[in-house]
């Protein structure tokens, strides 16, 4: 029995009940000795009971009351500082915790239970290697103790030490093959370090010994998610909801997974059930505006957008996604407006001021719209299309040889691509070098021919010239 195990009802059902029932009566008697000013409970075994059934109620204040209460008639115990240590510890007063784990270290030193309870605590104060040092001097005092070894592969994996917690995990297993703890924390492990396959091994092994574990469907499900295996994810997120119904963070993901093959309406209806969990879920409320977006439901997106950026006014995502819908609708201010307010809380998302750019040209605004363009090309000099719109941007307003440049990049951000060659063609031609723009358009035309008809199109006169004429031909 643990430290604070309330009492023993593994007898039959209605024995069971009969102790329970009496125990409350006494609870209750007690509890109207002390509301009357009584005397303090003095019955050491009585007080025992009344902080373990406190405890396992999970009523922590009022087992600390009494645990307080035994400890003063008992100022001694090792075990009863370790109580109130554990209990301290719930009300996440973790440095009074450790005061009564050292109380009770003093009285009795070699306790591994003590030292592994001191280690958890450390832990969750985020001392990481003051918590392996218990954890191993339990283990010095009792080298086979299994909870000691696992709670050390715990913090190792807090800490971000994923391979040396694996082989923790590992030695656990391998004297214990159905600690499914141990399965499920290697199958976590493995998922950081991008081991897709041994996750989900791992996390199947837990499954066979706990079936109704749903946060090990749910880990599961975000794995099959991020190896593109989005229909396997949705069948393991609907077994955690077939187990936990309730379960927030699962309906969202699976909304992603059926996002991710298309499936919108399936993925507004799990959205909108994560926000019926939790109205206040910003990224629920941005990926079902984005849902909407998609099906082209322009204002049914603004409202979801709107309403991520009243629980998060710095949620520049939302602040995209709506200024892009607004832009679809034409209401280019707002979208402006939007867009800006996006980039004062993101300034480095190339893809915005991507977005501004083209909205500034559709704008008429072309001089502002070159700012723009030129910060994507910065922020992303591999961008092709980046450096082509800049270009083209610039041509149109007779800067040639700035623009010239730009295609040039764009040329070697992607020598595949046939436009590049087409627009540095045109340059050429404007800046009266036509042998140069020849070897440009040979090039855009090999890789699309159909560039001929355009060059023909735009430049309707060049038949009549020699040099061009054979390459038209061709």
């Known amino acids: 029995m643990g430290i604070l195990d309330f009492g023993s009802f593994d007898d039959e059902p209605e024995d069971d009940q009969r102790k329970k029932e009496h125990f409350e009566e006494e609870l209750k008697k007690y509890q109207d000795m002390l509301k009357n000013g009584g005397s303090n409970i003095t019955s050491i075994e009585a007080l025992e009971e009344i902080v373990g059934f406190y ?52 009285l009795n030193p070699v306790d591994p239970e003590l030292l592994i309870n001191k280690g958890i605590t450390l832990d969750d104060l985020g001392q990481a290697e003051e918590a392996l040092a218990c954890f191993d001097r339990a283990l010095e005092i009792d080298p086979g103790n299994e909870e000691a070894f696992f709670n050390k592969g715990i913090t190792l994996e807090k800490a971000g030490r994923y391979e040396e917690a694996i082989q923790i995990f590992r030695f656990i297993l391998d004297g214990h093959a159905e600690h499914k703890d141990a399965w499920y924390e290697m199958g976590y492990c493995n998922d950081y370090l991008d081991k897709p396959e041994e996750s989900l091994r791992c996390y ?10 749903f946060n090990a469907w749910y880990n599961r499900g975000i794995v099959l998610n991020r190896t593109m295996m989005p229909n396997k994810a949705i069948e393991s997120y609907e077994m955690a909801l077939a187990i936990h119904e309730n379960f927030p963070s699962a309906w969202y993901n699976k909304g992603n997974a059926y996002a991710n093959l298309g499936r919108l309406h399936d993925a507004i ?6 926000l019926r969990l939790d109205s206040k879920d910003v990224p629920a409320w941005h990926n079902l505006g984005n849902a909407y977006e998609e099906l082209g439901q322009y204002e049914q997106a603004i409202k979801c957008f709107t309403e991520a950026l009243r629980y998060d006014p710095n949620h520049y995502e939302s602040c995209f996604g709506r200024g892009s ?7 280019f201010r707002r979208a402006l407006s939007d867009y800006n307010r996006a980039l004062s809380i993101c300034k480095d998302y190339p893809e ?17 719209s070159l700012i723009s363009y030129r910060m994507v090309t910065r922020l992303e000099p591999n961008n092709y299309e980046a450096w082509l719109d800049y270009g083209e941007t610039l041509l149109e307003l007779g800067y040639f040889k700035q623009a010239l440049k730009a295609f040039d990049h764009s040329v070697d951000a992607n020598p595949r691509a046939a436009d590049p060659y087409y627009s540095r063609a045109k340059v050429l031609l404007l800046l009266n070098r036509p042998y140069e723009a020849m070897e440009s358009l040979k090039n855009s035309f090999q890789l699309n021919p159909d560039k001929r008809k355009d060059f023909e199109q735009e430049f309707p006169g060049v038949r009549s010239i020699k040099e061009f004429k054979s390459l038209l031909r061709k």
């Open 55 to 106: 405890f396992e109620n999970e009523k922590y204040t009022e087992a600390l009351h009494f645990v307080t209460q035994l400890l003063a008639i008992m100022p001694y115990s090792a075990e009863n500082w370790q109580r109130k240590g554990l209990i301290l510890a719930n009300l996440f007063k973790y440095e009074e915790a450790l005061e009564c784990y050292d109380r009770a270290l003093q």
């Open 204 to 213: 199947e092994e837990h499954l066979k010994l706990d079936p109704y574990n």
């Open 269 to 274: 209806k799990c959205y909108e059930e994560t």
């Open 325 to 331: 819908c607004y832009d679809s609708l034409e209401q």
């Open 352 to 368: 915005l001021w991507y977005a501004k750019a083209d909205l500034l040209y559709n704008m008429g605004k072309i001089r502002e």
